[in-house]
C-alpha cells in the first residue's frame, strides 16, 4: 500500500515562511491534498490537486508538487495558521492520509 | 450550503455493535460519494470506508473490513456507519465526508464528527 510521510512538526516565526513536506514514492505523478485541522475542529480542505485552493482560502497558502516530495507553503505565518496539517493522495480505491504535521507559529 | 451531521456515537462494550448515520443537506446527496474517516484521540486521521453514489460500490480500510458496512439512503440524504464486533482501537471520533471526484478523489466537506469510545 501507499505511504506518505510527513515531518512531525514544523516550527516558523511570526510573519515568516513555512514549509510542509510530504513524501512519497513518485508522488509527484499523483494528486495531493492538503487539510488543516485547528484542535477540536473538523479538518478543512485548504489545497486540491497539489496547488488549488478552494474558495475562501487565502493566497497565502499555496502548494507544490514534484519527484518524491510534495509541499504546502504557508507565507506570512499568522498565530491563527497553528493547526495539524495532513497530505492525502488516492491510491488503490482507497484514501491515503500523511500522518499529520504539527505547525506552531 | 453543504451541511454534514454525524449522530449516534456513545460508549459501547468490546464486540458489541453501534450505527453512526451522517445527515446531508445543502447538494444534491445522490450525486456525490461519501467517506467515513476517524481520528482516535491525539492521533492522526485515518480513513474508514467509501460508498460512491450509485450505492453500490464501497470500499473499506483493511482494519475495518469485515466489521464495518457503509450505507446510504438517498431518498432520505442519509450515510451510515454499521459498527459490528467493536474494538477498544476502534475508539475515535468519526467523520462524515463528501467525495468530490477530478480525476482523484478529494473529501471537500467534512462534518463536526462524533465520538465513539469502545470500553468495558
Known amino acids: 500500500s501507499y505511504e506518505l510521510t510527513q515531518p512531525l512538526s514544523v516550527s516558523v516565526a511570526l510573519g515568516q515562511t513555512a514549509r510542509i513536506t510530504c513524501g512519497g514514492h513518485?508522488?509527484?505523478?499523483?494528486?495531493v491534498h492538503w487539510y488543516q485541522q485547528k484542535p477540536g475542529q473538523a479538518p478543512v480542505l485548504v489545497i486540491y490537486?497539489?496547488?488549488n485552493r478552494p474558495s475562501g482560502i487565502p493566497e497565502r497558502l499555496s502548494g507544490s508538487n514534484s519527484g518524491n516530495t510534495a509541499t504546502l507553503t504557508i507565507d506570512g505565518a499568522q498565530a491563527g495558521d497553528e493547526a495539524d496539517f495532513y497530505c492525502?493522495?488516492?491510491?488503490?480505491?482507497?484514501?491515503?492520509f500523511g500522518g499529520g504535521t504539527k505547525l506552531t507559529v | 450550503q453543504v451541511q454534514l451531521v454525524e449522530s449516534g456515537g456513545g460508549v459501547v462494550q468490546p464486540g458489541r455493535s453501534l450505527r453512526l448515520s451522517c445527515a446531508a443537506s445543502?447538494?444534491?446527496?445522490?450525486?456525490?460519494?461519501m467517506h467515513w474517516v476517524r481520528q482516535a484521540p491525539g492521533k492522526g486521521l485515518e480513513w474508514v470506508a467509501i460508498?460512491?453514489?450509485?450505492?453500490?460500490?464501497?470500499n473499506y480500510a483493511d482494519s475495518v473490513k469485515g466489521r464495518f458496512t457503509v450505507s446510504r439512503d438517498n431518498s432520505k440524504n442519509m450515510l451510515y456507519l454499521q459498527m459490528n464486533r467493536l474494538r477498544v482501537e476502534d475508539t475515535s471520533v468519526y467523520y462524515c465526508?463528501?467525495?468530490?471526484?477530478?480525476?482523484?478523489?478529494?473529501?471537500?466537506?467534512w462534518g463536526p464528527g462524533t465520538l465513539v469510545t469502545v470500553s468495558s
Open positions: 513518485n508522488i509527484g505523478s499523483r494528486n
Open positions: 490537486r497539489d496547488n
Open positions: 492525502q493522495v488516492w491510491d488503490s480505491s482507497t484514501v491515503v
Open positions: 445543502g447538494f444534491p446527496f445522490s450525486s456525490y460519494g
Open positions: 465526508a463528501r467525495s468530490l471526484e477530478m480525476a482523484t478523489i478529494v473529501l471537500d466537506y
Open positions: 460508498i460512491w453514489y450509485n450505492e453500490n460500490k464501497t
